[in-house]
């Protein structure tokens, strides 16, 4: 039994104008992937391996390919994506006719200045290479943009059900045990499912406690019928502006295509009348700004507008802008992605101090903040996230301050979902009266245990929750909220692959 094994992911903001390129990605190639699944057990490989393995022992042979994963940014430059597509699909073409199944892992919300649908143009071309008759079975984040196109390409389908995602693992296994159903036991997959013209943002989306929960529930009840090969619910990533973004739902089956369609159907029509609690609850910036003034502190101000988890640059300055603006009287701290500035300041040294526009150096819609700076000090060091397995490299670094402004300048954007940059550069939030935080949700022991109260703030950006601020022009129309009232007819669309 000859499984093939490869990847490709990563999630843009469409609104982020800075393009990202080749080495956002991490590559692995052959045998590499295999290694860094046994360094991560909670990966989506690893949970597809383990599945294999105890479905087929001895008889299984992986053949490990090729996997591009790369950080969320602005969208993928045109001809990086061609370079890693053409890596991508080189490492199939030495396999073809020579495999039983195959099990890619995907994110699904990927996007080029020429290409919107990057997964489902790399499903097309791995089908022509490894034939049509191969099942190819995929996973993807729930925050992925499933396609027609994807959809004509595979047998199977596995989509995260938790947001915070902590599944990776299990979704790996759950897209493995359909591909075991359909090479082993003969199981003839027909999909089902049913886009929802909504986008959606805030903690409803949240499955352990939000109303989103309810569906990926739904899709587990579906998921223990024995006719069901997989069953999910896509929210989208509203930040990705194609063609087919909406929320959706679909249901793998066995042949059978009512069972596919009525699952579909039901998820799809009880998670419409929520689209109105599934949006953010935003306070307006001057008014965040002038709460905090007058508050006792710590406060954390969460401006997900600039998460670069998300995929935003991370140079936004709006928040730190109206608290100067507005002589803040209290102690600020704040990350900002600005690689001019850090080199100025590695350039001068520490106890330097110089005159400098600070924010706005990759997103236009900032205006930079001039003020007087001294540096504090300067590293070059990788960050270790608190929880995450991940090291960051911030590039040159430097800890600027300008009165009761403290701000952490990286040269690269890092994610900021905990106080890894604080604390690697020697500032310990909870010592501030105010502390900025790009990212749409922490764990709680970050900053919310200990805050007295965390700003959501409707500031400008590439992944604003705010997303009629956004400017979407490519996803179909009418969508909710960009439009208030929207009709939903619900349609079932079915896919079988013959
Ligand atoms: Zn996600």
Not at 30 to 36: A, F, K, Y
Not at 98 to 122: A, C, N, R, W
Not at 198 to 211: D, F, K, P, S, Y
Request: negative net charge; glycine residues 8%; contains cysteine.
């Amino acid at each position: 039994m000859r499984i093939l094994i490869g990847g490709c992911s990563q999630e843009i903001s469409t609104f982020n104008p800075t393009l990202c390129e080749y080495d956002f990605f991490d590559i692995l190639r052959g045998d590499e992937i295999g290694q860094e699944v046994a360094k991560n057990a909670n990966s989506t490989y690893a949970g597809a391996i383990s599945e294999l393995e105890s479905a087929f022992g001895d008889d299984l042979e992986l053949v490990f390919t090729y996997d591009a994963e790369g950080t969320a940014a602005g969208p993928l430059r045109h001809s990086a994506f061609l370079r890693i597509a053409g890596e991508f699909l080189d490492a199939l073409r030495e396999h073809a006719n020579t495999i039983d199944g195959v099990y890619f892992s995907l994110h699904g919300s990927m996007g080029t200045p020429k290409q919107l649908d990057p997964e489902g143009y790399l499903l097309e071309e791995a089908r022509k290479i490894l034939g049509q008759s191969v099942p190819i079975v995929i996973s993807m984040d729930l925050h992925g943009v499933l396609t027609a196109k994807m959809l004509d390409n595979i047998d199977g389908l596995a989509s995260l059900h938790t947001y915070p995602h902590i599944d990776f693992e299990d979704t790996g296994r759950r897209a493995a045990k359909a591909l075991v159903r359909i090479v082993r036991d003969g199981a003839r997959p027909v999909a089902a499912r049913v886009r929802i013209p909504t986008i959606v943002r805030g903690n409803e989306l949240i499955t352990e406690t939000g109303a989103f929960g309810a569906q990926i529930r739904q899709a587990k009840k579906l998921e223990e019928n024995p006719d069901v090969l997989s069953a999910g619910f896509f929210i989208g990533n509203p930040f990705t502006d194609v063609p087919e973004l909406c929320c959706q739902s679909f249901v793998f089956t066995d042949g059978n295509p009512e069972l596919a369609e009525r699952g579909a159907l039901e998820m799809a029509n009880d998670f419409w009348p929520n689209r109105h609690i599934m949006q953010a609850a935003l306070i307006p910036l001057e008014d965040a700004v002038a709460r905090g003034a007058s508050m006792a502190g710590p406060i954390a101000f969460t401006d997900a507008a600039d998460a670069p988890s998300s995929g935003a640059s991370g140079d936004s300055n709006a928040i730190i802008s109206e608290m100067i603006r507005t002589n803040y009287p209290h102690t600020m701290l704040a990350p900002l992605v600005d690689p001019p500035a850090a080199a100025r300041a590695h350039e001068l040294g520490v106890g330097a101090t110089f005159r400098m526009g600070l924010g706005g150096a990759q997103d236009p819609r900032f205006t930079p903040l001039e003020l007087d700076w001294t540096v504090q000090s300067l590293s070059t060091d990788p960050v270790h996230l608190e929880t995450w397995k991940y090291v960051q490299d911030t590039g040159p670094t430097a800890v600027l301050t300008s009165g009761n402004l403290t701000v952490v300048v990286t040269s690269l954007a890092v994610m900021l979902v905990d106080r890894a940059l604080f604390f690697a550069n020697g500032l310990e939030p909870a010592e501030f009266h105010s502390t900025i935080v790009k990212s749409p949700h922490c764990e709680p022991q970050f900053f919310d245990d200990w805050v007295e109260t965390n700003l959501n703030v409707d500031a400008p950006g590439a992944t604003s929750a705010n997303l009629k601020s956004l400017g979407h022009t490519v996803c179909a129309r009418p969508m909710y909220p960009l439009e208030a009232d929207v009709e939903f007819s619900p349609k079932t669309e079915l896919f079988v692959r013959v």
